[in-house]
């Protein structure tokens, strides 16, 4: 790989070393250097994770506690740097990229300077019609190749989000500093969006299964979001207004936990008006 596309996926670990495994196997033919920065998972998994060692080009950072998407991803992009990478992925360890992921989405930025570029997130063995890259308004966090110079122009991922809505707030955050999104049709990944419901109906298709503080952050940093961008992009953050009320409707509606999932929302609306960020249990 030349040392303009010299690329560095970052992937953050969280108690489930299986799943890390499969995504790190399935990254390391395809880029120079895998940081994996675990936050703190249980023992049993930071032992099976430090087999990763063996790849020569993987690097872990232990966390000292559960920092959050932001600030995880942030430590791997001072890693990067400081490896010479000018292409940065982010990725999630339940994501499995394709065998030819990085490549094609690297053939796609050499037409489109100034841009990040995402995959299509299906089973890697089906190709989309489309062919040409598409321009998007966001990507999820996952499987985001992005260059290190816009990261660094936009100052890097919002620590205070922690989860949830960093995706988002990422990509409107690269929009407004002049850079484009792309998703490239023939470049693929498997991700899960969460566990999908079976529930008929129409608020049926708008659930998903998350634990209530899951929720919490996801109604704190809708807040967050709609403040900082509605302005000037009021279409966007409109329409992620009504999705996401029709969302918390399907959760009061089909939620295992919906009682505890309510109390949860109303105080993420709550802190959000307040401005808090971070993770939940600080004060």
Known sequence: ?????????????????????????????????VVVVDNKSEPEHRRALAALEAFEKVLLHWAPENLGIG??????LAAA????????????????????????MLEAATRFPDAAFSPTISGIGSRPAATDP??????????????????????????????????????????????????????HMVHSLGDGSS????????????????????ARNLVHNVRRHALVFPIFCGKLIVVS?????SILRFGPRRQASAVMMLHGFA?????????????
């Open 1 to 33: 790989m030349s040392r303009r596309n010299k690329t560095c996926a970052i992937v953050t670990s969280f108690n489930d070393s299986a799943a890390l495994g499969r995504c790190v196997e399935a990254l390391v033919p395809q880029l120079d250097i």
């Open 71 to 76: 600030a995880a991803m942030n430590i791997g």
């Open 81 to 104: 740097e400081a490896k010479g990478a000018n292409w940065v992925l982010l990725m999630d360890q339940d994501s499995i990229a394709a065998p030819d992921m990085i490549a094609t």
């Open 134 to 187: 598409i321009e998007v308004t966001y990507a999820i966090t996952s499987g985001n190749l992005i260059p290190v110079a816009g990261l660094r122009k936009i100052g890097g991922l919002d620590e205070g989000l922690f989860i949830d809505g960093v995706d988002f707030d990422l990509s409107l955050r690269l929009r407004r500093a002049g850079y484009r999104i792309f998703q490239v049709p023939q470049a």
């Open 199 to 218: 529930f008929g109906g129409f608020l049926g298709r708008f659930y998903t299964n998350h634990s209530p503080l899951r929720r919490y952050y996801m």
């Open 245 to 249: 009320a029709i969302s918390f409707l």
């Open 271 to 283: 802190d959000g008006i307040r401005g808090k960020t971070g993770p939940y249990f600080r004060s």
